[in-house]
């Protein structure tokens, strides 16, 4: 009987993007309608869609050998898991989410000693009330359900809500007055499948992918050729992940050139590359960079 690797797909906001990311890696997830259980091109993993602020407690117990969360969910549930990588992506970007203590504008509350005795809402009660502590203030934390930017000031005097721009929260007439944590995409494992080699091993493997196309994002591929009189011109140029790599190509007064760049210098390198003497310039996307 073939070996299976149940691993967790959150549900919502990262669905998408964490789709993005695997097929990135080279595995294809397909999301079919009202299925929690989307396909994939490898025959070894089973997925199950899950919510991400679930997540944690599944793999903790074994329902899921492998998932993808944020650290800020692990740690509201307090779970007990195995963190494979820290994967930084989210659903608008690459990079780290907020949870932050938003007032109204016109709230008196500027500090955190200011929350002495009022009422916080939000979807993330341990990580909030553990704040509160770490900065000696008793407040009361009420669980949101949801739309918590329209809480204050009418039934809460504040709240603890996640953000990547800020941008809803002023939309909702609030300003951000502390940081309470910060958070990205966590890979964790249950320790029981860890400890299994076939699981551990193939759990690697997707870890090694997955994090090499993350560090591919903002990267591409060029290829040119040139004259040799010109060869040390245009590498002087060259703003190389690594040095570059160069080969002789049949006419031995000409060279191949290769190099991996950051995608954002390319508009002002390609056109400085060609009057240097470059020529037959390819740029092509990277897929994944594994060091």
């Known amino acids: ?21 695997f097929a990135r890696a080279g595995f294809n997830i397909a999301f079919r309608s009202r299925s929690y259980y989307p396909s994939i091109d490898d025959p070894e993993i ?15 117990n074994g329902i899921l050998d492998l998932g993808l969360t944020g650290l ?8 007990d898991v195995h963190e494979v990588a820290e ?4 659903k608008v970007s690459y990079g780290n989410v907020r949870w932050v203590l938003a007032v109204p504008n016109d709230s008196p509350i500027a500090t955190p000693k200011d ?7 939000t979807e993330v009660v341990n990580l909030t009330r553990a704040w509160l502590k770490q900065h000696g203030v008793t407040a009361r934390v009420e669980f949101s359900w949801g739309a918590t930017e329209v809480k204050p000031p009418t039934l809460a005097d504040a709240i603890v809500e996640i953000t990547e721009t800020g941008s809803s929260l002023r939309a909702n007439n609030l300003k951000i007055i502390a940081d309470v944590q910060h958070s990205s995409t966590r890979l964790i494992a249950n320790r029981q499948a860890m400890a299994d080699e076939w ?24 290829k040119m050729n040139c004259a040799n009189e010109v060869l040390d011109r245009v590498t002087a140029m060259l703003p190389s992940l690594h040095n570059p790599t160069i080969s002789h190509l049949s006419d031995n007064t000409w060279s191949a050139v290769e190099i991996v760049v950051e995608e954002r210098v390319v508009r002002t390198l ?8 470059a020529e037959g310039i390819i740029e092509y996307p990277i897929n994944k960079i594994i060091p």
């Open 46 to 60: 089973e997925c199950m869609l899950i919510r991400a602020q679930e997540m944690s407690r599944y793999v903790e």
């Open 270 to 277: 390609i056109p400085q590359l060609k009057e240097a003497g």
């Open 199 to 222: 699981k551990s091993t193939k759990i690697a493997r997707i870890a090694m992918l997955l994090k090499g196309a993350i560090n591919a994002r903002h990267f591409v591929g060029l």
């Open 1 to 21: 009987m073939a070996q299976i690797l149940k691993l967790g797909i959150p549900a919502g906001s990262l669905q998408e993007s964490t789709a993005a990311v």
């Open 115 to 121: 929350l002495e005795g009022k009422t916080i809402a």
């Open 72 to 79: 800020d969910w692990i740690l509201e549930n307090n779970s």
């Open 87 to 90: 994967l930084e992506y989210s």
